[in-house]
């Protein structure tokens, strides 16, 4: 995952399937770096955390594409054979983990981590919080999650999100100058799922109104019903 180019403010990005980019910066560097070692982890699993928005599903993207991990599903794993359900997959995703500990999930989860690790694989876990901090009622997986690798990403800045914004708005071969890039930072919520909504509203409203993009439209956007401001 060695960057492949930069934006003027000096962010290398990693490129994804989804044909979108992960900005690298000061707060999650550390994630990437750790990515980075994949298959090299001290541990079976690697615990990504942080706050919903810092971009840790975008993230797990990434190394989906870059290792051919699986993205597993609760439902999946409900009376499933974890070495069936990996098949030839190296590696294996669970976003939101959390998610996988509701009902009898603890003892299906615990299965699946000692499939992974008996078999030389990798598990990347996403959460808002840190492992110790679930809802685990089962000793064992207490036990192993205990053992996992934990590292957190922080919320984006705003030298981050305007870079995101800016790299946004030029996929979509838009021009934007930094009066509504710095209109948009002071008005929008910091999270990379907010930018990415409000790019696409600017948008539609732009195509819509045959108008180029400026404060006043983006003024407008965001006085609008369900606009992405936060």
Same mark, same amino acid.
């Given at each position: 995952?060695?960057?492949?180019?930069?934006?003027?403010?000096?962010?290398?990005?990693?490129?994804?399937?989804?044909?979108?980019?992960?900005?690298?910066?000061?707060?999650?560097?550390?994630?990437?770096?750790?990515? +980075?070692?994949?298959? +090299?982890?001290?541990?079976?699993?690697?615990?990504?955390?942080?706050?919903?928005?810092?971009?840790?599903?975008?993230?797990?993207?990434?190394?989906?594409?870059?290792?051919?991990?699986?993205? &597993?599903?609760?439902?999946?794993?409900?009376?499933?054979?974890?070495?069936?359900?990996?098949?030839?997959?190296?590696?294996?995703?669970? +976003?939101?983990?959390?998610?996988?500990?509701?009902?009898?999930?603890?003892?299906?989860?615990?299965?699946?981590?000692?499939?992974?690790?008996?078999?030389?694989?990798?598990?990347? &876990?996403?959460?808002?919080?840190?492992?110790?901090?679930?809802?685990?009622?089962?000793?064992?997986?207490?036990?192993?999650?205990?053992?996992?690798?934990?590292?957190?990403?922080?919320?984006?800045?705003?030298?981050?999100?305007?870079?995101?914004?800016?790299?946004?708005?030029?996929?979509?071969?838009?021009?934007?100058?930094?009066?509504?890039? +710095?209109?948009?930072?002071?008005?929008?919520?910091?999270?990379?799922?907010?930018?990415?909504?409000?790019?696409?509203?600017?948008?539609?409203?732009?195509?819509?109104?045959?108008?180029?993009?400026?404060?006043?439209?983006?003024?407008?956007?965001?006085?609008?019903?369900?606009?992405?401001?936060?």
């Amino acid at each position: 995952m060695n960057p492949a180019s930069q934006l003027a403010l000096h962010f290398p990005f990693r490129p994804s399937l989804s044909g979108e980019d992960f900005l690298v910066a000061t707060n999650n560097r550390e994630a990437v770096v750790w990515l +980075d070692r994949w298959p +090299d982890w001290p541990s079976p699993a690697l615990a990504i955390w942080g706050p919903k928005g810092c971009g840790k599903t975008h993230l797990a993207e990434v190394f989906i594409a870059r290792s051919g991990a699986r993205r &597993l599903e609760p439902a999946d794993l409900a009376d499933a054979d974890p070495r069936v359900l990996l098949r030839d997959a190296p590696a294996c995703v669970l +976003d939101d983990a959390p998610r996988f500990l509701d009902g009898s999930g603890d003892q299906s989860l615990l299965h699946l981590y000692n499939t992974v690790a008996e078999t030389s694989r990798r598990m990347l &876990l996403t959460a808002e919080h840190p492992p110790a901090h679930w809802a685990v009622r089962l000793a064992d997986l207490r036990s192993r999650l205990n053992t996992v690798d934990t590292v957190g990403i922080g919320a984006p800045d705003d030298p981050l999100i305007r870079a995101v914004l800016a790299k946004q708005f030029a996929d979509r071969q838009l021009a934007v100058d930094d009066d509504a890039l +710095d209109y948009m930072l002071a008005r929008m919520e910091r999270s990379f799922e907010a930018a990415g909504r409000l790019v696409a509203a600017i948008d539609d409203a732009a195509l819509r109104a045959k108008r180029r993009i400026t404060v006043p439209l983006i003024r407008d956007v965001l006085a609008g019903d369900g606009g992405p401001s936060g």
